[in-house]
């Protein structure tokens, strides 16, 4: 079956780049997907690749794809207390856009 | 209002009750959908709508009924639920199905079954 993992918890120091992990397991997925929540809010959608891109980069976020290994990352250059929020990884599974979540990664940024 | 909303924000329900969550999208999307968020598990898609037709059922017990008057509105109806129902749940929606369309979110509401 489907199945998407993520470390549960990470701490970086404001300025520093935060790197998010996900695995999945679904190797049919069309698109895999970062979304961010932040506490008593719902999802918000940061960043999505296509399954044939390796890599994808929008201003301070850059999503890297290595389909062989089944594996996302999320780049966060220059973190901000702003960022702090619970970050999820979520693949396309089927025709009716069927999302597979992670169980969110917390990330912390302290001064 | 814009995007999604859902109302009531906050509840809390015996097990023996009847209660509805309602979400509202002014987006002009076609497809609708439910998610469950529980402190314990991932998030877990249980309905999708498209065009006022379920499309999906993930396996939800009877228990919830979800409803879908027409494609700005998505019901969820809840009676004799158990303590481990209580989760936040999250409606979606999107302008159509298929993975090139971004599933936009509502708050949720925090439901507590005592």
Redesign the interface.
């Known amino acids: 079956g489907e199945d998407?993992e993520q470390s549960l918890f990470l701490s970086v120091r404001e300025g520093d780049s935060s790197v998010i992990n996900c695995t999945y397991t679904d190797s049919s997925s069309?698109?895999l997907y970062w979304?961010k929540q932040e506490p008593?809010?719902?999802?918000?959608?940061l960043t999505?690749i296509f399954s044939n891109m390796d890599m994808k980069q929008d201003q301070r976020l850059t999503v890297l794809l290595n389909k062989k290994d089944k594996h996302l990352s999320l780049r966060i250059a220059d973190t901000q207390t702003g960022d702090s929020a619970i970050y999820?990884c979520?693949e396309?599974f089927g025709?009716?856009?069927?999302?597979?979540?992670?169980?969110?990664t917390r990330l912390a940024v302290h001064p | 209002e814009t995007g999604v909303t859902q109302t009531p924000r906050h509840l809390v329900m015996g097990m023996t009750n009847k209660k509805s969550l309602k979400c509202e999208q002014h987006l002009g999307h076609n497809a609708m959908y439910w998610y469950k968020q529980s402190a314990k598990k991932p998030l877990e898609l249980m309905f999708v709508y498209s065009l006022e037709e379920r499309v999906e059922n993930n396996s939800v017990p009877s228990r919830f009924s979800p409803e879908c008057p027409n494609s700005s509105h998505l019901f969820l109806h809840l009676h004799t639920l158990q303590p481990e129902d209580s989760a936040l749940y999250l409606c979606a929606s999107s302008q159509d199905m298929g993975g090139d369309y971004e599933q936009y979110f509502g708050p949720g509401t925090r439901l507590t079954v005592t």
């Not at chain 1, 008593?40 to 959608?45: H, V, Y």
């Open positions: 998407v069309t698109y979304y008593g809010a719902g999802l918000q959608l999505y999820f979520a396309s025709g009716y856009n069927k999302l597979i979540f992670g169980a969110g």
